[in-house]
């Protein structure tokens, strides 16, 4: 699996130790005593096993123990489940996504896209129309799959009631064709019991090693955090309450929360992970951030025909490594990789790990409301938008837009107009103070984002070069200004829709 790692407690391959006293390891593909036996033999264990599923996450439930934090030791404060509130009637798939089924989760530590399946929302068989489930699952897989992607799922909360047939889930596999799982870089499995083990040994038939190899389980919520960006995963509270009695009752009482060490300050040449502020402040004032201008430079020279640029993935040893040499000042060669893909990679990495998303989270609500604004009024809603954004955010907002603007104009090459460039960084850009941002969410977070990409020249364009007059008071600097200072233009005009090469040779620090 692309940029996985294998860790002592996560099980992977055929193999998936189910937590539950006693029962020690399922071998998933390896089931010595039940080859033999018929797929009705299996389709009755499989309904047995489900209704032990049922009856420990019965008696779990009855524990009584109050749940604590396993970080602070305080109570468990769990949200009430509830339906998207930006779900609109309209939405095509309504009837099913108001169960909050499906979820897209931000991007997991690989920079691929997260969804979730949650088995706790799905409502009983009868009151759920599963073949429109399946359409709704292809429906948002599909603005996706062109890209490398992830699912979790939340296997707790399937019981004899919801639970879809076998023929529906042997049905489903055989739909997605190769399309989907290329790109499917892990199934992540939560929670997995041993019907998820009689299953395997049903749809043995039909899996191939290859995809085999892309599901992973975590029997807690701590294993999968390791893999992805726990803070934007939005998981189930049934799922959080689960997670934590079972905790409780395998620890037998909670642990004393630990000491959180103090955080350390960041190296005087740290790059990623601290703000715009900070990176101007130790590099002479220079607006741009030296990794920003690092890799759009090697890109604008050698990558703007590369098929699928910033789609792909990369190899998390190899991210970490080139993170460590930009945050320890030392020099990076592309080159010596021999990975087109990498610095686009690295210049995601360093938007998401931003403290405060690039468009700040004082614009994320009125992002938002894009989708409300008339088609012909949307360029000027954006300009009035980014009026908003400190200079700083404008002037490197400016800078990256101008760059994807070019990436753009190429996609008769590198197949990424601005709609698929949208997908990609949307959120990237931008993403809420609170958890994740919803399913929904991502509408209205892409078409802003194509805006500020396809109309890069009149969204940035300085309001004198439009006849508007100059909105700048005595001590303020136009919008227009941050992108002089940060490229070192002069006023001199010049095509708003190419920015100037940035002067600095790609990968050396200042």
């Not at 123990?65 to 030791?73: A, D, F, K, N, S």
């Not at 726990?230 to 909670?254: A, F, M, N, T, W």
């Not at 850009?429 to 991502?442: F, N, V």
């Amino acid at each position: 699996m692309d940029g996985g790692g294998r860790h002592g407690r996560v099980s992977e391959g055929p193999c998936a130790r189910i937590p539950r006293g006693g029962l020690g390891t399922v071998c998933l593909g390896r089931p010595a005593r039940r080859q033999s036996m018929s797929r009705l033999d299996l389709e009755q264990l499989a309904e047995i096993e489900l209704q032990r599923d049922e009856e420990e996450a019965a008696a779990l439930s009855m524990a009584g123990r109050p749940l604590v934090m396993p970080t602070t030791g305080r109570p468990l404060v769990v949200p009430t489940a509830g339906q998207d509130p930006a779900l609109s009637m309209d939405h095509p798939f309504y009837d099913v996504a108001r169960h909050g089924i499906l979820q897209v989760a931000g991007e997991d530590r690989f920079g691929r896209r997260v969804i979730t399946f949650s088995c706790c929302r799905m409502p009983p068989s009868h009151e759920l129309n599963h073949r429109r489930l399946l359409q709704y699952l292809k429906h948002t897989l599909d603005q996706y799959v062109e890209s490398d992607y992830t699912i979790v799922y939340f296997h707790y909360g399937l019981n004899s009631q919801n639970k879809p047939s076998l023929s529906w889930l042997q049905s489903t596999y055989k739909e997605f064709d190769r399309r989907y799982k290329k790109n499917l870089k892990a199934l992540y499995i939560v929670h997995p019991t041993n019907f998820i083990k009689v299953l395997w040994t049903i749809f043995k038939p039909l899996i191939s090693h290859k995809f085999g190899k892309k599901v992973i389980y975590f029997n807690s919520l701590s294993e999968l955090r390791e893999h992805l960006k726990y803070d934007q995963l939005i998981v189930p509270p049934e799922v959080l309450r689960y997670d934590e009695k079972l905790r409780s009752l395998h620890k037998g009482r909670s642990s004393p929360p630990a000491k959180t060490p103090p955080p350390r300050p960041p190296l005087p040449t740290q790059q990623f992970g601290v703000s715009l502020q900070y990176l101007k402040d130790k590099n002479q004032g220079e607006l741009i951030p030296p990794v920003l201008r690092f890799t759009v430079t090697y890109l604008r020279e050698k990558g703007l025909h590369a098929e699928g640029l910033f789609r792909r993935s990369a190899s998390v040893h190899t991210i970490r490594e080139i993170q460590r040499l930009y945050n320890q000042g030392k020099p990076v060669n592309f080159d010596d990789y021999g990975d087109i893909h990498l610095p686009a990679v690295i210049l995601k990495t360093f938007l998401r790990e931003l403290p405060q998303p690039l468009l700040t989270f004082k614009a994320y609500e009125q992002i938002l409301e894009i989708t409300s604004v008339e088609s012909s009024l949307r360029v000027t809603r954006c300009r009035q938008i980014l009026q908003s954004l400190p200079e700083h955010n404008y002037a490197v907002l400016s800078y990256l837009m101008g760059f994807l603007h070019e990436v753009s104009r190429e996609s008769i090459f590198n197949k990424m107009n601005s709609s698929n460039l949208a997908c990609v960084f949307g959120l990237n850009l931008i993403w809420p103070s609170q958890g994740a941002s919803s399913l929904s969410a991502l509408v209205p977070l892409n078409l802003f984002t194509e805006l500020l990409i396809e109309y890069y020249g009149k969204v940035f364009s300085a309001p004198e070069a439009r006849g508007e007059p100059r909105a700048d008071t005595p001590g303020q600097v136009s919008r227009a200004a941050p992108w002089r200072e940060a490229t070192g233009e002069t006023d001199t005009p010049r095509a708003p829709s190419r920015p100037p090469r940035p002067p600095m040779a790609a990968g050396t620090l200042r």
